[in-house]
């Protein structure tokens, strides 16, 4: 039997088990809107712009592991979408970019919205298709989900040409096959074990990659300290007492730094020592180091291995702990891991700013009012950072950021993705000033279908984590500092629920009233006079790092100017 474009794509969303499009529907696509209405299964969220479409099914898949697709017209919404693709590429969040194109039957020029976006898709986006006949509609839509679930995740771009929506077409809806399962290599294995073995102090330093894999018995094998990338935050619990810290570099606490200085090898799992997560290669990787990943092109880029697995992380790690010899309880390590965690704590519970809200007081007091199975999401800023330092998570999935790509707007739309995603979990947002100005208009979604997230704006007026670099190295700040808005007519006018939070003495009765709101099903803005007075671990590392990796006469004159600067002179 023939079956409209529409139904054929709807049929291999429905098989796929996506359950979530979101996107702003166009006239190429109306065909496909209309088979999505009539699905039991998939549901069309509409957005407010399609920047927000891609970061929310980005978070779809960090939260909930589930692949969910960004519905797009073709040229002006693929490019309003770009920045949540691009972000969910160098983050590796698996997305179905269900693009749309012009008609290809016609042989018709200067057709609407018509752009090469095979082209633009490319350099975001893991493959490219167009199905240029109907009969293949549904087998390139189960490939495309199939390759971006495909560790490393990405996301996989299809552009279905117009006139396929407006025609019926024969269609076989077999399952795909699937490749065969790489297999490890003996020989590395044994020679990652070999370096272990010899090892008296070894680290582990593992990504997100790396979830999944039985980590608490590896780093108990090896009485391993296990600092994570920002990425990996939560892979390995928190609360364990060989956790060390997201990071261990220049960017990281004293503390962290002293215990990887001790380290007599390193092994690496699912990481790429990316710009970000390395405080901008300002860590020194205790040698010999052992890098574990699936992709092998990730190997030696930034950082030299001595050894290296190409593998699953759950694989090799089960290869390891057949092999690995024990290495004896660290008593001493222990506690002195202990006593860096309570020291790094003892420093950030002191008076900030008067006036103001201490982020060390405020994000504890959030997980211990929302519970341990809260999802964080965080903004390109200075809140990312906060988070990251502060937070103390125990599995994978709990903080959503925007780490590699580090696009700003995220975190306000991937709070609705993963709300919508995981309705089971507490979900708060937050978003910079600066940020939530992107795509803060999307809480009229969340308002228009209910979904309770509780948005928290970092209130400071500054775009800070560029006007605080300015500060330090320039001794000005220019083009960084925000013009006022108020947010209580804002959240009036989308229909959300609004909270002041303006000093310390204030947290219990604005999270009361935060958590009241999420228990009716409804959304809530927060404006928070956010204390920025403590400088991030990682600001001071990477402004240090940036700045001993310059030639003298550089420095001397960055010196000068900025002091130079601050005297008035
Ligand atoms: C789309 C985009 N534009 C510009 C930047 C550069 N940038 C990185 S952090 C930042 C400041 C963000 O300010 P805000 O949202 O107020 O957060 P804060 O650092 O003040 O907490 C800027 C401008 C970016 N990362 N993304
Ligand atoms: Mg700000």
Same mark, same amino acid.
């Given at each position: 039997?023939?079956?409209?474009?529409?139904?054929?794509?709807?049929?291999?969303?429905?098989?796929? *088990?996506?359950?979530?499009?979101?996107?702003?529907?166009?006239?190429?696509?109306?065909?496909?809107?209309?088979?999505?209405?009539?699905?039991?299964?998939?549901?069309?969220?509409?957005?407010?712009?399609?920047?927000?479409?891609?970061?929310?099914?980005?978070?779809?898949?960090?939260?909930?592991?589930?692949?969910?697709?960004?519905?797009?017209?073709?040229?002006?919404?693929?490019?309003?979408?770009?920045?949540?693709?691009?972000?969910?590429?160098?983050?590796?969040?698996?997305?179905?970019?269900?693009?749309?194109?012009?008609?290809?039957?016609?042989?018709?020029?200067?057709?609407?919205?018509?752009?090469?976006? $095979?082209?633009?898709?490319?350099?975001?986006?893991?493959?490219?298709?167009?199905?240029?006949?109907?009969?293949?509609?549904?087998?390139?839509?189960?490939?495309?989900?199939?390759?971006?679930?495909?560790?490393?995740?990405?996301?996989?771009?299809?552009?279905?040409?117009?006139?396929?929506?407006?025609?019926?077409?024969?269609?076989?809806?077999?399952?795909?096959?699937?490749?065969?399962?790489?297999?490890?290599?003996?020989?590395?294995?044994?020679?990652?074990?070999?370096?272990?073995?010899?090892?008296?102090?070894?680290?582990?330093?593992?990504?997100?990659?790396?979830? %999944?894999?039985?980590? #608490?018995?590896?780093?108990?094998?090896?009485?391993?300290?296990?600092?994570?990338?920002?990425?990996?935050?939560?892979?390995?619990?928190?609360?364990?007492?060989?956790?060390?810290?997201?990071?261990?570099?220049?960017?990281?606490?004293?503390?962290?730094?002293?215990?990887?200085?001790?380290?007599?090898?390193?092994? !690496?799992?699912?990481?790429?020592?990316?710009?970000?997560?390395?405080?901008?290669?300002?860590? !020194?990787?205790?040698?010999?180091?052992?890098?574990?990943?699936?992709?092998?092109?990730?190997?030696?880029?930034?950082?030299?291995?001595?050894?290296?697995?190409?593998?699953?992380?759950? #694989?090799?790690?089960?290869?390891?702990?057949?092999?690995?010899? &024990?290495?004896?309880?660290?008593?001493?390590?222990?506690? $002195?891991?202990?006593?860096?965690?309570?020291?790094?704590?003892?420093?950030?519970?002191?008076?900030?700013?008067? *006036?103001?809200?201490?982020?060390?007081?405020?994000?504890?007091?959030?997980?211990?009012?929302?519970?341990?199975?809260?999802?964080?999401?965080?903004?390109?800023?200075?809140?990312?950072?906060? &988070?990251?330092?502060?937070?103390?998570?125990?599995?994978?999935?709990?903080?959503?950021?925007?780490?590699?790509?580090?696009?700003?707007?995220?975190?306000?739309? !991937?709070?609705?993705?993963?709300?919508?995603?995981?309705?089971?979990?507490?979900?708060?947002?937050?978003?910079?000033?600066?940020?939530?100005?992107?795509?803060?208009?999307?809480?009229?979604?969340?308002?228009?279908?209910?979904?309770? #997230?509780?948005?928290?704006?970092?209130?400071?007026?500054?775009? &800070? $984590?560029?006007?605080?670099? $300015?500060?330090?190295?320039? *001794?000005?700040?220019?083009?960084?500092?925000?013009?006022?808005?108020?947010?209580?007519?804002?959240?009036?006018?989308?229909?959300?629920?609004?909270?002041?939070?303006? %000093?310390?003495?204030?947290?219990?009765?604005?999270?009361?009233?935060?958590?009241?709101?999420?228990?009716?099903?409804?959304?809530?803005?927060?404006?928070?006079?956010?204390?920025?007075?403590?400088?991030?671990?990682?600001?001071?590392?990477?402004?240090?790092?940036?700045?001993?990796?310059?030639?003298?006469?550089?420095?001397?004159?960055?010196?000068?100017?900025?002091?130079?600067?601050?005297?008035?002179?």
């Amino acid at each position: 039997m023939k079956e409209t474009g529409g139904r054929i794509v709807v049929r291999a969303l429905e098989d796929e *088990g996506v359950q979530l499009a979101f996107g702003i529907p166009g006239t190429h696509n109306i065909e496909l809107y209309d088979a999505l209405a009539a699905s039991a299964t998939v549901r069309p969220v509409l957005v407010t712009d399609e920047q927000s479409a891609s970061f929310m099914a980005d978070a779809v898949w960090r939260a909930s592991g589930r692949l969910a697709c960004a519905n797009v017209v073709p040229g002006a919404g693929l490019t309003h979408a770009m920045s949540g693709i691009g972000e969910a590429y160098l983050d590796n969040a698996a997305m179905l970019v269900l693009g749309c194109g012009i008609r290809r039957d016609t042989g018709k020029a200067y057709q609407l919205h018509d752009v090469d976006q $095979q082209t633009i898709a490319r350099p975001v986006t893991k493959a490219q298709f167009r199905p240029m006949d109907g009969q293949e509609l549904y087998a390139v839509i189960r490939e495309a989900c199939r390759l971006a679930r495909e560790t490393p995740a990405g996301p996989v771009f299809v552009e279905v040409p117009a006139n396929l929506y407006l025609t019926t077409h024969e269609c076989e809806y077999g399952a795909p096959s699937h490749p065969t399962p790489h297999t490890l290599h003996p020989a590395e294995i044994q020679r990652a074990v070999e370096l272990l073995d010899a090892s008296r102090h070894p680290l582990l330093y593992l990504g997100l990659g790396a979830a %999944h894999a039985d980590l #608490v018995a590896l780093a108990e094998r090896l009485e391993a300290p296990v600092a994570t990338t920002f990425q990996g935050k939560g892979v390995f619990p928190e609360s364990h007492p060989l956790a060390l810290w997201p990071g261990f570099g220049e960017a990281a606490p004293p503390f962290a730094r002293q215990v990887a200085d001790r380290c007599d090898a390193t092994l !690496a799992i699912g990481c790429r020592f990316g710009e970000v997560a390395t405080g901008s290669y300002g860590m !020194a990787v205790p040698r010999p180091l052992v890098h574990v990943d699936v992709d092998a092109a990730v190997f030696g880029r930034n950082y030299p291995a001595d050894a290296t697995v190409t593998g699953d992380a759950s #694989v090799v790690v089960r290869a390891l702990l057949e092999r690995l010899a &024990a290495h004896p309880r660290d008593e001493a390590l222990r506690a $002195q891991l202990h006593e860096g965690r309570e020291a790094v704590r003892r420093e950030r519970s002191g008076a900030g700013e008067a *006036g103001r809200v201490s982020p060390f007081r405020l994000l504890p007091a959030l997980q211990e009012r929302f519970g341990p199975g809260t999802i964080f999401t965080a903004d390109s800023g200075n809140g990312t950072f906060l &988070a990251v330092e502060t937070l103390r998570l125990d599995e994978p999935g709990k903080l959503l950021a925007p780490v590699d790509y580090s696009c700003m707007g995220y975190a306000v739309p !991937a709070a609705i993705g993963a709300a919508l995603a995981r309705p089971d979990c507490p979900v708060v947002a937050l978003a910079g000033d600066g940020a939530f100005l992107m795509t803060g208009l999307e809480l009229l979604t969340a308002a228009q279908r209910g979904v309770p #997230v509780a948005v928290f704006v970092l209130n400071d007026g500054e775009l &800070a $984590q560029i006007a605080q670099f $300015q500060d330090v190295a320039l *001794g000005r700040k220019t083009a960084s500092v925000l013009p006022d808005l108020d947010l209580e007519a804002l959240a009036r006018a989308v229909g959300v629920e609004f909270v002041r939070l303006s %000093h310390d003495a204030e947290i219990p009765a604005a999270l009361t009233r935060v958590a009241a709101t999420l228990a009716a099903g409804r959304p809530v803005l927060v404006d928070m006079a956010i204390d920025y007075s403590t400088r991030t671990y990682f600001t001071r590392g990477v402004v240090k790092t940036t700045f001993l990796r310059l030639p003298w006469r550089d420095r001397l004159r960055f010196v000068a100017r900025a002091v130079g600067r601050k005297l008035g002179v």
